[in-house]
């Protein structure tokens, strides 16, 4: 068995276990029981995001920085998207989206950017225009413009909720590792995208970024939140696990070049079908690589 193999028997073990120790649906004598771990089964658990192993400059021998867009409208990509409505559901059910918002809320993810390059770093406060909308009715404008004071009752207020988050997008690097002799993906940031709050009702609304995270920030949280397996729902694969092995359809819309990273759709423009030959295009490329280094 080589390492790899190995590597992967273990963190299946520690998963399976960590699952049905967490449930403990068949062993509770009442609903309240359920869900609830004993101290000695605490105590052996062990159940923590896999670590990357270091990878050293000088045995990078290929790489290519990549940003692509999970759209969530594909059924694959459905774990990510749902559940949207958690009235009726258990509270170990979240989307991924709720269990980024709870995290960055409770101080669990500390840092959050506004772009891609992990430059300026947000606060919760600086990104609530952005999660939020707040505005006045006519009616209410009328009891202002009389001097009257405004009535909670004519102030509306939209916030952004799981439900309307369109795509993820992320940001990664596939490189060729010349000491295993193999082509592979580093996941390094990821963004929530979803219509601009402020004409969220209009037809077609402009699609904004709307934080970014830098990824091996949020893998601690990320593991313990739980996405469903529609295959079999003892074992939910963790959010990190199902990003950090692809379990998901993505199309690459930028690829680091030239002319500062410029985006697809600013080089071939008004035609979708182009768009999607050129991602395909450019993942191809990368995949060749590491075709070409065993052709002789």
Known sequence: ??????????????????VFAQANILNAKSPEEIGVRTEAQKAIDNDKPLEYGYVDDRDILYSKMVWEKIVLDERVNFPLYYPIDTNNIGSDRRSLYDVLMKNIQNGRIKNIYDDSYFKTKRTLDDIQAALAKVDTTELGIEQ???GEQLSAEYIDRRDLTAADIVEYRIKGLWYFDKRQAELKYRLLGIAPVAPDVNFID????DLVELFWIFFPDAREVLHEAKSFNNENSSMPFSFDHVLNSRRFNSIIYKEENVQQDRAINEYVTDNALMQL??????KEKIRDFELDMWTY
Do not use: D, H, Q
Not at 1 to 18: D, I
Not at 202 to 205: A, K, L, M, N
């Open 1 to 18: 068995m080589n390492l790899k193999s190995f590597l992967l028997t273990v963190t299946t073990v520690f998963t399976v276990s960590g």
């Open 144 to 146: 202002l413009n009389a």
């Open 202 to 205: 209009s037809e077609t609304p």
């Open 277 to 282: 030959l050129e991602s395909e295009r450019i």
